[in-house]
């Protein structure tokens, strides 16, 4: 009889564990593989439209590559459980492999359970998500550690993660079973087409997340320490939507990293400092774990009675990149068009939004998660909440980012706002954080009528961060 792999947010064929296991057993027996990808959007959070575009196209990829091995991606849209329980009936299949995913709720996993356990069909899964598994890192009273950097010294004691399993070579003949076709799915847009930015940018699938992970460890790795907070440089990996997919997990990333410093000792400090930045995507999955409500509700109670100030206008304004702060525009433009925005420019546009404009971060955070591509269900409301200062290990109350000193220290010639904000690109470098302070004839020797062919900045800066500053002081007096 067939077995059945559940892929999920794991599109990839190497180092997949319960793909691995199947696979080994249909060589042993000779009982074929049905590949299924479920669509199931009451599970978990569904994903935002942009993360919607990077699905398709992904799943595109994995099935061309299922189709090289003889095989065949089948396709089904409903609740998991119940498809899945249905797959392995039309099909006879025995046993359905998967992966465990950090999830909000896993209980999805455990409906699966029951549904095949009444059918008689065995389950089995696999840790293939994480470094090392929630329950590895617990303090005295058996829970989740809330700051990071214990958190990463305890994943550093465990030692190297297990080694990346290799690929299964051959896939087929695959069994005939319904499917889908992905158009039907409607995961990309129709019209308006929005999505010409994101094909610009990026080729979604595991070849190309292996690729750049190879041309990062070749060319940026060793500058990694000191332009990673630039963002006029390439100076990232941009690998965050291939991992938020799973086209790529942590193991590999991890060992191929050591294993190029191992090559190349100059790049030893880009690679440790680059793996605890894996270490806080696996952090913010810690946290979801023992959270699972990290989008709704504030992680310190505090907060709960915080008064933010709902402007429907500004956040507006802040969506469409015309708040009149450049970096916060080149930022929130950066999004629109290529589904990322460099991370120094997250933390400032968040904190512009929940400290500046006293918006709810939630607010925030629901724009990130339709408009990233790589929006994670940890990572996006554990930065968030980091910035907002209720989360775990937040960043302290009073921290209000400047952004125009956070421009001018992390942009300092304004290519990356040249780039995003083109109305500002004849403003000269000293000027162009803060065109406000330009002269008349500075303006217009540079082509902007402030207010018109740029805004004015919707809120002053000392001013923004005064009121913030008591509004925080409130909630901490309780
Ligand atoms: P690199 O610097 O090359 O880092 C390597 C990998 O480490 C990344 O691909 C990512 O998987 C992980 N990583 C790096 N920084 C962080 C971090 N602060 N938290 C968690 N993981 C991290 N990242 C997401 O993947 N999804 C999100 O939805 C997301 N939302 C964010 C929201 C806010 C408000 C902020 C401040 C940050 C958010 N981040 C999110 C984290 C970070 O901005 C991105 O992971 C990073 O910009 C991706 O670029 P890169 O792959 O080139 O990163």
Known sequence: PPSIVWFRDDLRLSDHPALR????????????????YVLDDAAGRAPGAAARWWLAQSLRALGADIATRGGSLILRKGPAA?????????????????????????????????????????????????LAPPAAIRNKEGRGLRVFTPFWRRVLALGDPPKPLPAPKELGPAPTVASDTLETWKLEPGK???????????????????ARLRDFLKHTAQGYVGDRDR??????????????????????????ARFAAEENPAIGPGVDKFLSELGWRE????????????ATENLQANFDGFSWKPDAKALSAWQRGRTGYPIVDAGLRELWHTGVMHNR????????????????????????????VDADAGSNPA????????????????????????????DPNGAYVRRWVPELKDVPPELIHQPWQATPIELASAGITLGKSYPHPIVDHAKGR???????????KG
């Open 466 to 476: 005064e009121r913030a500053l008591a509004a925080y002081a409130k909630i901490r």
């Open 283 to 294: 952090f913010c999955r810690h946290l979801l774990h023992d959270h699972p409500n990290l």
């Open 345 to 372: 420019v997250r933390m400032v546009v968040a904190s512009f939004l929940v400290k500046h404009l006293l918006i709810d971060w939630r607010d925030g955070e629901t724009w990130f998660w339709d408009t990233l």
């Open 192 to 210: 308006p087409d929005w999505a010409d930015g994101l094909r610009e940018t990026w080729t979604p699938g595991e070849a190309s997340a292996r």
């Open 383 to 410: 930065n968030w909440q980091w910035v907002a200062g209720c989360g775990a290990d937040a960043a302290p109350y009073f921290r209000v980012f400047n952004p125009v000193l956070q421009g001018e220290r992390f």
């Open 21 to 36: 296991a199947a696979a080994k057993n249909a060589a042993k027996t000779g009982a074929p593989v049905i590949c299924l």
């Open 231 to 256: 963002p006029d440089r390439e100076g990232t990996s941009r690998l965050s939507p291939h991992l938020r997919f799973g086209e790529l997990s942590p193991r590999q990333v991890w060992h191929a």
């Open 82 to 130: 119940r498809v899945i329980a249905e797959v392995a009936r039309e099909s006879g299949a025995r046993t359905v492999y998967w992966n465990g995913i950090a999830q909000p709720h896993q209980a999805v996993e455990r409906q699966l359970e029951a549904a095949l356990a009444k059918l008689g069909v065995d389950s089995q899964s696999f840790p293939g998500d994480l």
